[in-house]
């Protein structure tokens, strides 16, 4: 969108870091301000618009085809919401700010995974685990136009790979929280000839930030960290700055037609997400690690509560490389190892029966709010190991939930169906 000065360095995107020529401003700064330049009204809080279509200039000399400028709000103007919209247009301006990328926003991450697959459009994609949700849409593509889903953690598979397929790596891996090394992926791209995408959703920044490794896309399902409150699906899609203006209007456009955009409701939501969204990543991934350090500890003790009842913790912690100081763990994940790890119980039943024996812990799918989260995760991914528990840390103390897991571990050594 045009600047109504002519500058946007004075009155748009770029206004603020103009004010701040010396210094980056934090995530926590932008969080707040990065969407200051939008407002055209006193209001601090931004509203909610509902309204679906937005009326046209009323002299008929400024009627321009799919160009609905209002300068009054020249960068609040729009003509349908499946094209753009005040709340999420807003979203979007934070987000890109935050991830240093331009970013489209979708109605949920699986929404905005289909969106990158029809966008790149590739004969094939080597994937490996995670969220089950993506292999769904690849099938799906499979029925449609017979694209060939590869095995990523395969060097044969890989080796099928032509110029213009996709290596889609998710890191961290859900449900894990194991980490993998993009760095490497990036070079096995270049020497295929591929785009490198990834999904991006267990470890937002300051995290990680997946650019810094030659990354063409980046996707997070913006339901939970960026939500981060469990109310609003959405998806988010991030591509390489200097694709900005080659591949934002293709992408817009597909959305268009696509029509998986996100709801006003949703839009503004994620608006009142973002104001929190470092102090909440960043006091859930410390509150993790104390967790999963306490309980590997624990583990280690002959005879303790914890050693009776967990065989494995699963964290990028807990990878080798997160103890060597210039592993490539530690340089793409400078900011903590993220808020979700696995555990695993000694038998089915002792998995399927500790998520009810919690207060602190609500027994449910999804991560990322501010409430700590455990499933039993054989409730929603057939395939998993069904001693499997997936942890999603929220804004609790920690030691309130480590006495959690303590008495609910307990009454779990009362239960004569756990034995």
């Not at 295929?192 to 980046?218: E, I, N, R, S």
Request: aromatic share 8%.
């Amino acid at each position: 969108m045009s600047s109504p000065t002519g500058n946007p360095v004075l009155d748009g995107p770029k206004k603020l870091a103009a004010a701040f020529p010396n210094k980056e401003l934090s995530l926590a700064s932008l969080s707040v301000h990065a969407d200051d330049y939008i407002n055209n009204h006193q209001a601090v809080a931004p509203p909610m618009h509902v309204s679906t279509t937005f009326r046209y200039a009323e002299n008929p000399d400024n009627l321009k085809p799919w160009d609905n400028m209002n300068p009054n709000a020249p960068y609040d103007s729009h003509i349908y919401s499946r094209d753009s919209a005040p709340n999420s247009t807003r979203l979007e301006a934070i987000l890109t700010s935050l991830l240093g990328a331009p970013v489209l926003t979708y109605a949920s991450g699986l929404s905005a995974f289909h969106a990158m697959i029809v966008f790149l459009n590739p004969k094939r994609v080597a994937i490996g685990g995670g969220y089950h949700g993506c292999h769904g849409i690849l099938k799906l593509m499979k029925k449609l136009n017979g694209l060939e889903q590869l095995e990523l953690e395969s060097d044969a598979d890989l080796a099928k790979l032509q110029p213009g397929d996709v290596i889609h790596v998710e890191t961290p891996l859900n449900p894990t929280g194991e980490a993998r090394d993009l760095a490497y992926y990036r070079r096995k791209a270049d020497e295929l000839g591929c785009y490198l995408t990834v999904d991006a959703t267990f470890a937002p920044p300051p995290l990680q930030d997946p650019f810094q490794f030659g990354v063409d896309m980046v996707m997070h399902s913006g339901t939970k960290y960026f939500g981060g409150h469990s109310d609003l699906l959405c998806g988010v899609l991030a591509f390489r700055p200097d694709k900005a203006q080659e591949w934002l209007p293709e992408l817009r456009e597909e959305r268009l037609h696509l029509g998986a955009v996100l709801g006003s409701l949703e839009g503004w939501l994620g608006v009142r997400s973002l104001r929190t969204f470092e102090l909440r990543i960043k006091r859930q991934a410390e509150s993790a690690q104390k967790l999963v350090d306490w309980l590997v500890e624990e583990m280690a003790k002959e005879g303790s509560l914890v050693s009776e009842f967990v065989t494995r913790i699963q964290h990028a912690s807990q990878q080798p490389e997160a103890k060597q100081e210039n592993s490539w763990l530690r340089k793409q994940m400078p900011g903590g190892f993220g808020p979700v790890f696995s555990m695993y119980l000694k038998s089915e039943e002792q998995a399927k029966r500790l998520p009810s024996k919690l207060h602190l812990f609500h027994h449910a799918t999804s991560l990322g709010g501010v409430e700590s989260l455990i499933e039993w995760r054989a409730m929603s991914d057939l395939g998993i190991d069904r001693r499997l528990l997936r942890v999603s840390v929220g804004v609790e103390s920690w030691d309130d939930l480590r006495d959690d897991l303590v008495q609910g571990l307990e009454a779990l050594k009362k239960d004569p169906k756990a034995q």
